[in-house]
Nanobody
Framework: QVQLVESGGRLVQAGGSLRLSCAAS????????MGWFRQAPGKEREFIAG????????GYADSVKGRFTISRDNAKSTVFLQMNSLKPEDTAVYYC??????????????????WGQGTQVTVSS
């Protein structure tokens, strides 16, 4: 069993930055690929970023490439999402997710075993 708790979401002005954190419980974090997703009202949940369990490989959606950075600290069982140059269209609930026992992440939400409760990010224009 893995529990994921996101934090760091808040209201921010366009052009600003935020750092989201996702703290994981359980002993399988270091052997789990991780992903960040977001869901805006009336839209489907979309892949934002993924990271392998070693942290050596990352991937991003085109919409955030060059602005967002995913990273992880396995010693602290935490994955981060640094978001820079935020835009109003980044407004959404952000979720982290874990693929236990998998080295590589997937961009498909159904591939993840565990999800956090989400944290709201609102970007004002």
């Amino acid at each position: 069993q893995v529990q994921l708790v996101e934090s760091g979401g808040r209201l921010v002005q366009a052009g600003g930055s935020l750092r989201l954190s996702c703290a994981a419980s359980g002993r399988t974090f270091s052997q789990s690929a991780m992903g960040w997703f977001r869901q805006a009202p009336g839209k489907e949940r979309e892949f934002i970023a993924g990271i392998t369990w070693s942290g050596g490989i990352t991937g991003y959606a085109d919409s955030v490439k060059g602005r967002f950075t995913i990273s992880r600290d396995n010693a602290k069982s935490t994955v981060f999402l640094q978001m820079n140059s935020l835009k109003p269209e980044d407004t959404a609930v952000y979720y982290c997710a874990a693929m236990t026992g998998s080295y590589y992440y997937t961009r498909v939400p159904g591939g993840y075993d565990y999800w956090g409760q989400g944290t709201q990010v609102t970007v004002s224009s």
